[in-house]
């Protein structure tokens, strides 16, 4: 997806929200404001969001000193899930169907993003709750129950922090329904509050799952910036499960059998979809070979 | 009222949006938000916010040719309101407190503004259908009846076109019950959708007050940047409305027995007042000398 002028003023405004999370130094933050507003005039719109987003995150830490500002915040999501863990195990197994259920509550997870301006996520009750209780917006799961049916090899590429338990459980439900190798795939360094290694296993993804990084620092999966370890999986996957709106931007023109799972969390990336900002998506790639 | 870092983001994409009413050429949006942009480092945020957006008003102009970009939609919305001034006479004239009435009124009609993201006004109906409903967040309404009781002339500074119609009728019931020397005061030249000499007479205010200019294009009253003849009005008027957030911002710290009446738009101004987005206030000054 490429960059929209609408983006620009978003940008700052995250990264001033980026900023305040790493130091109270209020020039600092003044500092890294100005540096974003200078990068502005040579930002090519050719680039889709999260690449601009990664120089602006990188900025942070070069101003800053802190190259990992929403850390806490990132432990403090995935313990809240955590929490509500037994919960979300019964809701899936007393659901009339399951499979859907769990992938409505992958989709639910997603809200929680400290990145663009919709983060009003509330509590993960609210999450989970509203997960139940709305349609999909975009509803392309029966070409995704299709898919999982034919593949063995499944790649899944995480987003945030916190949103990796509800990953683990729909991890944990797929594995129940059929046998698949599953890799899941975090940033290699942290950005915003995506999920890296660490955010992964204090999820418990490491009993699912083997755990990858994309070898990027990107909010995003821009595969020419992934390991060859990472390219290989994509490559060879029968299917790919893409959470998020980073990695939708990154992923949406790009090949493979990809089923892009998020809530629709800006204005821009609704109305290319066709949807409402805070509706939930289970949408296939146009480019996928079903 | 100083600005904060956070109105940097809000100018940026208040230029985008005037931008886009100012011209179809994409280009040149591109080119405003660049000029904005490279403003940002050089800014003093020792400046009030309309000072600041008055800078970026005038580079859109500049930018695009067009120094009335809102032109249409200020007559659009004077019409809408013109539309519904039967009923809101009616409304008035049968309320239980008339004069109250009128000024929730006047208040509401601050929602007609397309500078900061609140802009969502929806219909007049709601407009007023609201203003009937909501209490007052701040209701300095009792102070304001006894300045009135004793005042002989008023000093009305309007704020934006459509809310004229409204700030009509507060005239009207304020010369029904009270003789006063009334002068409405309007922008110098146009600045977002704030109220010209143009807008004021479109609104019928002519019929009722003295109409006169402040001398400058801020939207706002910049005392610094105010005729001769405005100051002088300004310095023996018994008691002075001042409409909407601009208003408030550029004199919260001056002198007069001012009450600002207007709709909180953004954030910042709803925290340093104490309330929520969206409410509605009746606020003496500080200063006033009641």
């Not at 009003?120 to 129950?145: C, K, R, T, W």
């Amino acid at each position: 997806m490429k960059t929209y002028l609408d983006c620009l003023p978003c940008l700052l405004n995250q990264a001033l929200n980026a900023s305040r999370a790493a130091t109270d130094d209020e020039e600092l933050h003044r500092q890294v404001l100005n540096r974003v507003a200078e990068m502005i005039p040579e930002l090519s719109l050719g680039l889709n969001p999260p690449e601009i987003a990664q120089q602006c995150y990188r900025l942070i830490h070069e101003v800053t000193g802190n190259s990992d500002p929403f850390r806490e915040a990132k432990e403090v999501a995935t313990r809240a899930v955590l929490g509500i863990y037994p919960r979300l195990k019964e809701v899936v197994a007393t659901a009339a169907e399951p499979l859907l259920t769990a992938c409505k509550l992958a989709i639910a997870g997603n809200s929680i993003d400290l990145g663009p301006s919709y983060n009003n996520h509330g509590s993960v009750d609210n999450i989970m709750e509203e997960a139940l209780a709305s349609p999909l917006a975009v509803d392309n799961y029966e070409q995704f129950l299709s898919g999982i049916k034919k593949a063995h090899r499944l790649l899944y590429l995480g987003d945030n922090a916190g949103e990796t338990v509800f990953d683990r459980i729909l991890i944990e439900e797929l594995l129940r329904v059929k046998e698949l190798e599953i890799d899941f795939v975090v940033r290699d360094k942290p950005v915003i509050n995506d999920a890296t290694l660490r955010d992964a296993l204090a999820a418990g993804i490491h009993k699912v799952a083997r755990i990858i990084s994309n070898g990027s620092d990107a909010p995003a999966t821009i595969l020419a910036q992934c390991s060859p370890e990472m390219l290989e999986l994509y490559n060879t996957a029968d299917i790919i499960i893409a959470k998020g709106q980073g990695n939708y931007e990154s992923l949406s023109e790009e090949p493979g059998n990809i089923f892009f799972f998020l809530k629709a969390k800006c204005p821009l990336v609704a109305r290319t979809m066709g949807v409402n900002v805070g509706d939930a998506i289970l949408k296939q790639s146009h480019n996928a070979n079903d």
